[in-house]
């Protein structure tokens, strides 16, 4: 399988782990990424690095830069409409057991380019560009792109393609939404081009009835930036509001802004200058905040990666490296039988992924309540556990009882030393 012809659609973090690990294993392989915004995506939130996927990011000797460019957040602080703080977790220091703050804290961005650059020269890139449809055959898939109208074989088709991936519709004969479990959570992300957090490391979180959330993150740019993340949990029986937010995010930013700028509008603390802030940022970036749930991930010799098979809350870059890896793992282990690479990988990654999923949207509707009742329950709660330091016991005693943050079940891959 020297000579081994993958085409990766998307490219995004789990498109960009698995070539690195693919060349890892084929040096010589033909590695063609096709993605259809015009350049590489470099916005969103900050995303966190967890459980295997710390481990597969050292093996990848990235490990030192990921940390170089992290957002040196410090922990997590939740405050009420005047500033005043409610609740603050801080970062825990370790790598086994993380608290809100991750040790590794990354703006999405800044993690994309970091893992693009090793395969940059090894690997073409075509941007502007996507599947339009593919047909099986038994020893490979041929794809016609959408743009140019080409059509192309090749051994293998990777759809990393995320949340709404297209190619998962065409590989279950389904409507790509089926598979999408949404919590009604719609957010929106963009820097702030000053430093709304006056110096401190801490992110600062402010949330109030209707489910509504402002999140600012600080920013490692010594010039003084702040990155903001705004949600808004939208009950299943508001279904006027849900399908007011779906429209807008399907209409574009313009759309999704001015629905921000209403539904946000009277909230306190300091959301007034934040909204302001957002018409001023070059970023902004909105998306449905979902899960995926697909009943299988690969069929013949197409495979669904990160997001586009098993998008998680809160878990989703870890899974997608840990996917990545898994995947090229199993093409070394099994070289000419792809078919039997992509079963394996389907039986080691799904059930992990699934594990790490929540049922429902009970969750997101907690941490951001709808009534003013219910955000007082929270700020208490939340108050208590922080000031009686039980986030720091919990941590603690788990980490002494070896109950660290669940590993995935990765096999000894034999790849050869680079």
């Known amino acids: 399988m020297s000579s081994l012809n993958i085409l990766i659609s998307g490219s995004g973090i789990a498109g960009t ?59 997590m602080q939740l405050v009420d409409e005047n500033g005043k703080p409610v609740a603050t ?62 059509v192309r074989n090749y051994d293998l088709l990777v759809a990393a393609d995320g949340l709404g991936s297209k190619l998962r519709g065409l590989m279950l004969d389904s409507d790509p939404r089926e598979q999408i479990v949404d919590s009604g959570t719609h957010v929106a992300y963009f820097t702030i081009k000053k430093d709304l957090l006056q110096g401190s490391r801490i992110a600062t979180g402010y949330s109030t009835t209707l489910g509504r959330a402002v999140y600012l993150r600080p920013d490692p740019d010594p010039a003084g930036r702040t990155r903001a993340l705004l949600m808004k949990v939208t009950p299943k029986e508001d279904v006027e509001t849900k399908e007011k937010l779906d429209k807008a995010l399907r209409e574009g930013n313009e759309t999704f802004m001015k629905a921000i700028e209403e539904i946000f509008g009277d909230m306190g603390w300091i959301t007034p200058e934040v909204l302001k802030e957002m018409r001023k940022s070059d970023d902004f970036y909105c998306s449905l905040f979902g899960q995926v749930k697909s009943p299988k991930i690969h069929d013949g010799r197409v495979v669904l990666l990160g997001d586009a098979g098993y998008a998680t809350n809160g878990f989703g870059t870890s899974i997608a490296i840990i996917g990545a890896y ?93």
């Not at 693919?22 to 010589?28: C, G, N």
């Not at 086994?96 to 703006?107: G, H």
């Not at 599947?131 to 099986?136: A, D, I, M, N, T």
């Not at 000419?336 to 509707?365: H, W």
């Open 89 to 150: 977790m801080m970062a825990t220091g370790r790598e086994d057991v993380q608290s809100l703050t991750s040790e590794f804290e990354i703006f999405r961005g800044a993690l994309a380019q970091i893992f693009i650059g090793p395969i940059m020269e090894r690997a073409e890139l075509v941007f502007d560009e996507y599947v339009e449809g593919f047909e099986q055959r038994d020893d490979g898939v041929k794809v016609t792109f959408a743009k140019s109208e080409e």
């Open 326 to 418: 898994v995947l090229a793992g199993e093409l070394l282990s099994h070289p000419g039988d792809v078919k039997t690479a992509l079963r394996r990988y389907e039986e080691i990654v799904l059930p992990f992924a699934t594990s790490q999923q929540s049922n429902g949207d009970g969750a997101m509707q907690f941490a951001h309540p709808q009534t003013a009742l219910g955000i007082k329950a929270r700020n208490m709660l939340f108050g208590f556990v922080t000031w009686a330091r039980l986030d720091r016991v919990a941590l603690t005693v788990s980490a002494a009882l070896g109950l660290t943050e669940k590993k995935a079940p990765l096999p000894d891959y034999p790849w050869a030393a680079e």
């Open 17 to 75: 782990v698995f070539a690195f690990w693919l060349l890892r294993a084929y040096p010589t392989a033909n590695i063609t990424i096709v993605e259809r915004s015009p350049s590489l995506r470099l916005t969103g939130a900050s995303v966190d690095i967890r459980s295997s996927a710390v481990d597969i990011i050292k093996w990848m000797g990235l490990g030192a830069e990921i940390r170089k460019q992290a957002t040196n957040e410090e922990g």
